[in-house]
Structure formats: C-alpha cells, structure tokens
C-alpha cells in the first residue's frame, strides 16, 4: 500500500479540523477540531517515522497524545467555567479581550 | 602667637553653636534666660584675646608684624593646595579690634534693645555668628578662607535683615529686604569667584602670600590684572554696596537697629574696602581698573550724600551716609599706596561714629515708641540728653570738624584725591573737587538728621509719646563709641601713627604734592562743611519742619525714591531677565517640548492602527495564524523550489 496515502489522509484530517475551528461557533466542536488537527499531525509523524525508519516521529506522537491529554483537562474546564458564567458555549460571546 | 589667634574666631563660632544647638537638644526654656549674656561673652572673650595680641605686636619691631599662622592643610587637589591658615598683620589686627571692641559694644547695647523680643537668643546667635565670619574673613591668609567669611558674614546679614520676619503679612517688607541684600550680593560673589579663578590659574595658588607676590603680580599681563582688579571690584561693590549694587542698602534697615549699627555701617559692609585695600598689589599693577575703582568710590558718594539729604526717615538717611562713606574709602583705595592708609582710618573711625550714630539711632526710636520718621522728632536734646550728646560728638565726627576723628581720615582722604596722577592732570582736580562736594553734602545733610531729632523748640511727636533714656546698659555703649568719635582720630592720627602702624602692609607711600597746598585744601574743606551744616541748620532748627514733607524739587522726590535705583533696576535688570526667561520656558514648551512629543505622537497613532487587529474572536485570531503559516509554508516552498531549480 502507498505510504503517501496516509500523508493525504493527515492532511485531510487537519483540513478538516481547521476548518471546524474556524467556522464552528460552538466551543465544545472547536475543540473537536483543535483534537482533529493535533491527531492529523500525529498520523503524520507515525508515517514519515515509517517512512524514514526512524523511531524518533512515533516518540513525539506520544508526546503530542500527552500534551493533548492535559490540555483537554484543562480547555474543558475553562469551558465549564464560562458556560457556568455566562450560560453559553460560543466562542464569539467570548470576546472582552479585544483592542 | 600662635595659640590665641584661631581662639578669635573660636569664642564667636563656639558661642553661636551653642546658642543655635542648646535649645534644640536641651529645650530653650532656660538658655532663653542668660543666652543673650552667653553671646556678649564670646564676643567680649574675643576681644580680650585681640587686646593681648595687640600688646603683642605693638611690643615686635614693625618688620616681624606680619605672621602667617598655618592651621592645616585645607584641600589638596591636584595642583591646588589650600591650607587653611590665619594672617595676623597690622591690617588685619586692626579690623580685629574694630569687630571685637565695637561688635562686644553693640551686643551689650542690644541686651537692653531687644529685651522685650521673644527670640532674643536667636538673636544673639547671628551677632556672634557674624563676629566669627567677620574675623574669619579679615584673619584668612588666603583667598579661599576670605571667600567663607566672605559668605558668612552675607548668610548673617541675610537673617539678621530678616530677622522679624514673622511670616505674617506685616512682615513681608523683612523677607523681601533680606532677600534683596542676599541676591545683590550673590551677584558680587560672582566677581570674587572669577577673579580667584583669574588668580589660579595665572598664579596657581590663592593665598596671599603667593599670588600677591611681587613674582606672581610682576609676571601679570595687563588684561589679567585688569580683571582681576574688576572682578575684585564687582565683589566689594556688591558687599559693600557700592554703585551699581547699592540698591540693598536702604532696605536693610529693616532690620534691628543694633545689626543696622554693626553689619551694616561698621563693619561688614566696609569688607570690600578691606578687600581692595589686600588687593592693592594687583590694583596697582592695573591703573585702568584702579581709575574704575576710583570713579565707583567718587560716584557713589555722591549718589549717597544726595540720597541722605532728602530721607525723613532716621536709619534710611545714616544707610545713605555710610554708603557714601564707604565711597570715601573706595575713593581711597583706588588711590594706591597713597590712600590705602587713608581708607583704613576712615573706615575706622567712620566704624566708631557711625555705629555711634545707628545706636543712638535706636535709642531715639527706643524712647519714641518705633518712631524712625525725622518730621515726627524735634527737642529731644533736654529728654535724651546722652544720646544727644553721644550723637553729637559723632555728628562733629562725621562732618570732619578738628579735632573729632572724622577731620584726620577724611581730611587725609581728600588731600590723597588732589594728588596728581601722571598723564592725566585731571584725575586730581575732578576727584579732590567731588570729594570736597561730597564733604559740604555730608555736612548739609548730617546738621539736618541732627537738628530734625534733637533740635527745634516745638515737639512734632505723634501723641502720647514721653521720651527718656534707656537703661545703662543701652547708653554706656553709646558713650564709648561717642568717645571714640572724639578721640580716636586725635590719637592715631597725630603723628602719623596709624600710617606708620600699617606701612608693614600696605608699603611707604612716597607720592606727589597734592595740586593745591595742603592748608588750602583743609581751609576750603572746613569752609564748605561749615557753609553746609549752617544751611541745614537755617532751614531745619531756625525754620519750622513741617510735619508732612513738602513736595519739593525734581531732585528731591527723586531722592527720595534713592534716585530710581529700584526702578533702573528693575527697568534694566529684572524685566530683561523676565523676559529672557519667559523666552526660554516659551521656547522649551513650544519648541523643544512640541518638537520631542511628535516621536510618542507617532506610535501612538501606530498603535491605534495595529489595535483594531485585537477584534477579540478567537476564530478570526485562529484564522490569522492559520493565513500566517500558510503563507509562509508558500514562501518557504518557492523558496526551496527556486533554489531546487537551479
């Protein structure tokens, strides 16, 4: 099977994720999307890792399913805390900290 | 020797750190009730000390007169060394006993003068803080040391003029009279500043012994000495309120009478006579600034004596008197050798008259319930008959009569102004005539302040006035300094004994014959001052004074008004430098300041532009990053596809 499958494969996974960050308004499916991107990526590096033969992409991917770990703890609790606050999930409501 | 001298300005200086600090560590409760006393006995410890060093040095033959005592070494800073060192010569002795002896008479006068003020002690404290500057500045051996008694004796006259400064509104005219007599004589400072600046760096060294060498002077281009001699001359104006910085003067009376009596008649302002008189090495080697020291001494007593004649009040026209005194002994000392003898004695006895007039001063205004206005005096003579008489040897001193003190200085200061100069025959003739003037002006306006006060048969007191003598302790002062107006230019005078007294210092003086013969001058003099005094005496004992003071001529109300020295400052002097001022805040706001905030102007319009990128949605942040990166991944791919193709 072609390797370069799994390649387009990520790179659709990431279209996909960004494009769900950009439009979506809602912060739960805007975070789905920020999960698609990071595991496009990681699908990526376990491919060029094959590709090259080296160990060292498939290390980062676990990094990378780490970091998304905590950061997920941590972006839903904050999303928590603003649906507590102002009884809403989107983003847009969410823009005091602009110029 | 040299164990008592530095004890001469030590029992001031102790005295008034005493008086200053006591009250602050201890509380002032009980210094208040013997502080005055504490200060007469500084100042009379002080003279004791210079009574013994003058036995001392009339008993050392007259080369060995000058001793230079070396204290420590002051500061030592690359060529400069400075040692702080005293000077002990007939000069200097001389004004050390003229501070001392009348310095201790006045504070004993000023006991009883100031019993009733509440800051007696404080008081006290200035009068010995000026003795201790006074002698400070005529004990240094250097430049330097002189410059620190020198501002000391300004810092003393500053709050002893203000001294009744309350701070309440009645009291501005003190603030504004200190101020004035300390910012005129920053301005003199200015000139003893530059020329110590001139001194070092031609000679290298400021004391006397060095830079008025016949070395360092002979070696003296004639510029230098010539500033040199202006700059000197800028600074004994200023101290000695000279013309053109004469205007502080008259406002200083605001001060006690005693401080008008001491600082401001007979001692500190005559500072700059002493200064020209130590200076005469580089005088001499300069006839221009001499000529300019000789026109400043003849103008101002001119200027001096008109002021006097039209002043009603007391203590303004004895300011005016000593003012154009002192420009008697300027006169003097531009003069050169021939007058420097001269200078010295009429500064003496003008010391002891005129601090004998000023005391007396303050015991008519004593007697009169504050009262310094003349028109409200008359017939005092049978009510203060002490001070009449007191006041009246000092009278006879002032006008030069024989044989009072004031007819040996003044008469030998006139005879030294007819000398001829070389080169310019004119110089004799136009001085000896201002100064002879000047004596006939003297005596006019000496007989009124006399017979406005003490003569007339009617009384013009405001009422409920009942004059009588002061206590002992304000009238013995008086008749010591009355004494010393008759006596002391009879003593030191016949003879020559007080020029030969200062020949170690100030060089024999072998000088011309005046242009006129010297029983001619004396004659013509005498007759003057006699013409003077009987015209004053015609209009202000024959004739009724009238309470209110008539309008009068153009010259008088400009007299009056000190001959609009205010105003020609203020013209000349202050609006100019307000507007140079306001030039440069103007300047510094609209030009400078304006110009500058152009730069933070800028980026704060920048960064008005760039906020309006902060919208505040996450997503369009997201979508910006994301263009970013694409962008540059475009940019990095054409890049790396560019350089693959080649």
Redesign the interface.
């Known amino acids: 099977m072609d390797i370069t499958n799994y390649v387009v494969l990520a790179a659709v996974l990431f279209a996909v994720g960004?494009t769900t960050?950009?439009?979506r308004?809602n912060a739960i499916v805007?975070f789905m999307g920020v999960e698609l991107m990071l595991n496009a990526t990681n699908l990526a590096f376990v491919t060029f890792a094959r590709m090259h033969g080296d160990l060292t992409g498939q290390v980062l991917a676990f990094f990378v399913m780490v970091v998304a770990a905590a950061e997920v703890v941590v972006g839903l609790a904050i999303i928590v805390t603003i649906f507590r606050t102002r009884r809403s999930a989107s983003?847009?409501d969410?823009?005091?900290?602009?110029? | 020797m040299i164990g008592l001298a530095p004890w001469l300005i030590g029992f001031p200086l102790i005295g008034a750190a005493i008086l200053l600090l006591w009250p602050v560590v201890l509380g002032r409760r009980s210094i208040d009730r013997w502080g005055h006393w504490l200060g007469v006995a500084a100042s009379a410890a002080s003279g004791v000390v210079a009574f013994i060093l003058m036995f001392r040095m009339i008993g050392t033959p007259a080369e060995g007169r000058s001793v230079d005592h070396h204290l420590w070494t002051w500061l030592s800073a690359g060529g400069l060394d400075v040692d702080l060192g005293l000077r002990l010569d007939p000069l200097s002795l001389t004004f050390v006993m003229l501070v001392t002896f009348v310095g201790t008479l006045i504070h004993v006068y000023s006991v009883a003068y100031m019993d009733h003020d509440p800051d007696r002690r404080r008081f006290f404290a200035y009068l010995n803080l000026f003795v201790a500057a006074m002698l400070t500045l005529v004990l240094a051996d250097s430049y330097l040391l002189l410059f620190v008694g020198w501002e000391g004796v300004g810092l003393a006259s500053y709050l002893l003029i203000g001294f009744w400064d309350t701070g309440r509104p009645s009291a501005r005219e003190n603030a504004v009279a200190a101020k004035k007599a300390f910012v005129m004589n920053r301005i003199g400072d200015m000139g003893l500043i530059a020329a110590m600046a001139l001194l070092f760096a031609h000679a290298g060294a400021l004391d006397f012994g060095t830079a008025l060498s016949d070395d360092s002077v002979g070696s003296m281009s004639q510029a230098t000495a010539t500033a040199v001699g202006l700059c000197l001359l800028l600074a004994a104006c200023g101290k000695s309120a000279q013309f053109p910085l004469q205007a502080w003067l008259g406002d200083a009376m605001a001060g006690p009478t005693p401080v008008s009596a001491l600082i401001h008649a007979a001692t500190m302002v005559t500072a700059g006579v002493y200064l020209m008189v130590r200076s005469g090495a580089i005088l001499e080697a300069a006839p221009t600034a001499q000529l300019v020291v000789v026109l400043v001494g003849a103008v101002t007593l001119l200027f001096g004596a008109i002021v006097g004649c039209a002043k009603d009040d007391i203590k303004k026209a004895l300011a005016a008197s000593t003012m154009s005194q002192i420009g008697y002994m300027m006169l003097a000392a531009g003069l050169g050798p021939a007058g420097y003898a001269f200078a010295i004695f009429h500064l003496l006895t003008h010391g002891f008259f005129k601090a004998g007039l000023f005391l007396g001063a303050g015991s008519v205004m004593h007697a009169m319930g504050d009262q310094t206005d003349m028109r409200r005096f008359g017939g005092l003579s049978r009510f203060l008959p002490i001070t009449w008489i007191t006041m009246g040897l000092g009278w006879l001193a002032i006008l030069g009569i024989p044989p009072f003190s004031g007819f040996w200085s003044k008469d030998g200061i006139i005879e030294a102004a007819f000398i001829p100069v070389e080169g310019q025959p004119w110089r004799a003739w136009v001085f000896g005539t201002v100064a002879v003037l000047g004596a006939a002006i003297t005596a006019f306006y000496m007989t009124r302040l006399f017979f406005m006060t003490f003569g007339g048969r009617r009384p013009r007191w405001t009422e409920g006035q009942h004059p009588h003598e002061g206590s002992p302790l304000m009238w013995w002062p008086l008749v010591f300094l009355g004494v010393g107006s008759a006596a002391l230019g009879l003593v030191l005078g016949i003879g020559g004994t007080f020029t030969t007294w200062l020949e170690p210092v100030v060089g024999h003086a072998e000088h011309h014959e005046p242009v006129l013969p010297v029983w001619l001058i004396i004659t013509a003099t005498l007759v003057v001052v006699v013409l003077g005094a009987l015209l004053a005496f015609r209009m202000y004992a024959v004739q009724l004074v009238p309470e209110e003071a008539p309008r009068g001529s153009a010259l008088t109300r400009a007299a009056r008004k000190d001959l609009y020295q205010d105003a020609a400052n203020e013209t000349l002097v202050v609006r100019p430098a307000f507007g140079l001022a306001r030039v440069v805040q103007v300047g510094d706001r609209d030009v400078v300041d304006r110009g500058w905030s152009v730069l933070p102007q800028a980026v704060s319009w920048f960064g008005g532009v760039f906020?309006?990128?902060?919208?505040?949605?996450?997503?369009s942040y997201?979508?910006g990053m994301?263009g970013g990166v694409l962008v540059i991944a475009v940019v990095a791919w054409l890049v790396v596809g560019l350089g693959g193709a080649q």
């Open positions: 960004a960050v950009l439009l308004r805007v983003v847009d969410v823009n005091l900290l602009r110029g | 906020r309006k990128a902060q919208t505040g949605y996450v997503r997201a979508a994301a």
